[in-house]
């Protein structure tokens, strides 16, 4: 049995795979029981360490199991998430960013009804700008109706193969062609007839992280930055309202979609990889949703505390344990707990929370007044960090300005507001490397302990 093909199809062509730079990993360490019984001891035995790397990883000892406690009640765990444009935290005016702006001001314009939200087929936002060239690359909605190539565009969107509309399947050919039909096809007439498009220019986020701002703000003083100066400055948009568990659905549904095509298991390697395919590239409208900065006195601590815990529960140990960061803050040999005894600067002598999905990013950024931050992994897939030595951070800072010039040019404060993201690729090359080095981690729930067992990490 024979397969014919049409002379002039082309064999698809593969996307070239981007190559991640060779990072030295992070210092990680294994306290003991003994050893793990006083944190700010065990930080301080191995503090000249860190600091060469400044970023490690500490594997709790088998005996310390702190529970997750908010898998316990996932519904009982309401948020609003920010939205992150991930192809904009490099690249502010990214193509899929004008070509949007452009797209929005041709409905203005007409008094056409462009929805608001970016389509979603099958669990996965639709990049507008690739099917826009995917039909006008097969000669308009015309053609391809009549070849019947909205399967093929589907695939080449990165679609999968079949979605849910309305309690009726339907291939998600049929859904592409829905999408380009609302979205696309008076815009991909009028270019056509050769109108020209103007932009409205590029989308505006007002919010943005207010750091190196807190403890001043604790203090009634409204800190480096206030919500007028955020209004202009790139940030991230206003997310939808989630549950631990509708927001765990949203994001596993995404990352299957994402690697629902591959053949072979997922890496943190490949995560990464995509990541910052993505950012790098710009050329992919990417946009992710992020629970971040959930205070946890108003949210709730993925911690056991006298709130959640009660007195009688096996877990009530870990309501006092120095390691539970609700404590950690305050305890003895903290020096917030001079500056703040009661833990009323958020984020700084109280926890945040944080609920990420694929791709949801913590930017870079230089710690809130040069002090050290903790971040415990309750749950979920492995997170990647980067870091740098603390004595390297201002020329860190200059290979930022280095990288992103036009983007300091339009914000001064660029670094404080943690949205934007740089390659280590460049901290791999140049000046930079013969004076410091970018060290990597890859933070998980469970991983190999040296004494064979699946720790928490």
């Known amino acids: 049995m024979g397969v014919g093909m049409k002379a002039e199809e082309k064999e698809e062509e593969k996307e070239e795979e981007y190559v991640l730079p060779d990072l030295p990993e992070a210092p990680v360490f294994y306290p003991t029981m003994a050893e793990f019984q006083d944190p700010h001891r065990y930080i301080d035995s191995i503090r000249e360490i860190g600091e060469k790397a400044g970023i490690i990883k500490i594997v709790p000892p088998k005996e310390w199991n702190s529970p997750f406690m908010i898998g316990k009640a996932p519904d009982d765990f309401q948020f609003q998430t920010c939205v992150q444009a991930v192809d904009q935290l490099r690249r502010r005016a990214s193509p899929a960013t004008k070509f949007l702006a452009r797209l929005r001001a041709f409905h203005k314009l007409r008094s056409l009804n462009l929805p608001p939200e970016t389509p979603v087929v099958d669990g996965r936002q639709v990049d507008l700008l690739a099917l826009h060239k995917a039909v006008d690359s097969r000669g308009g909605m015309k053609s391809v109706d009549h070849a019947k190539k909205w399967g093929e565009i589907a695939t080449e969107v990165k679609v999968g193969s079949k979605a849910s509309s309305g309690g009726h399947t339907m291939t998600n050919g049929q859904r592409m062609r829905e999408v380009f039909r609302a979205y696309l096809e008076k815009f991909g007439e009028a270019l056509a007839l050769g109108e020209k498009m103007d932009d409205e220019g590029e989308e505006t986020f007002v919010k943005v992280r207010q750091r190196f701002s807190r403890m001043s703000a604790a203090s009634g003083n409204a800190g480096e930055e206030g919500e007028d100066d955020a209004a202009d400055t790139f940030g991230f948009g206003e997310g939808a309202f989630h549950t631990f568990g509708s927001f765990k659905k949203r994001a596993d549904g995404f990352k299957d979609k994402w690697f629902g095509s591959w053949d072979r298991t997922v890496t943190d390697e490949d995560i990464e990889r995509e990541y910052w395919r993505v950012v790098d590239g710009g050329d992919l409208m990417l946009r992710v949703e992020y629970g971040n900065d959930l205070d946890v006195q108003s949210h709730g601590s993925g911690f056991p505390t006298a709130a959640n815990t009660p007195s009688d529960s096996p877990h009530a140990s870990f309501v006092a344990s120095p390691w539970n960061l ?124 040296h004494d064979g067992q699946r720790r928490s990490d």
């Not at 949801?360 to 979920?380: K, P, Q, R, T, V």
């Not at 897939?381 to 870091?387: A, F, I, N, Q, R």
């Not at 390297?392 to 036009?406: G, L, M």
């Not at 981690?441 to 991983?447: D, G, K, M, N, T």
């Open 326 to 449: 609700n404590n950690l803050p305050l305890s003895d040999g903290s020096l917030l707990s001079y500056i703040s005894p009661d833990g009323e600067i958020s984020g700084v002598s109280a926890p945040w929370v944080y609920v990420g999905m694929l791709f949801a990013s913590f930017c870079w950024h230089n710690e809130d007044n040069y002090l050290y931050s903790i971040n415990y992994h309750h749950f979920g897939g492995g997170k990647t960090w980067y870091g740098v030595p603390g004595p390297s951070a201002h020329d860190f800072e200059k290979v930022f300005h280095e990288e992103v010039p036009e983007l300091f040019e339009a914000d001064p404060k660029l670094l404080f507001k943690l949205c934007t993201m740089i390659t280590p690729k460049v901290l791999k090359s140049g000046w930079w490397q013969a004076c410091s080095r970018c060290f990597r981690a890859v933070q998980e729930r469970c991983i190999d302990n």
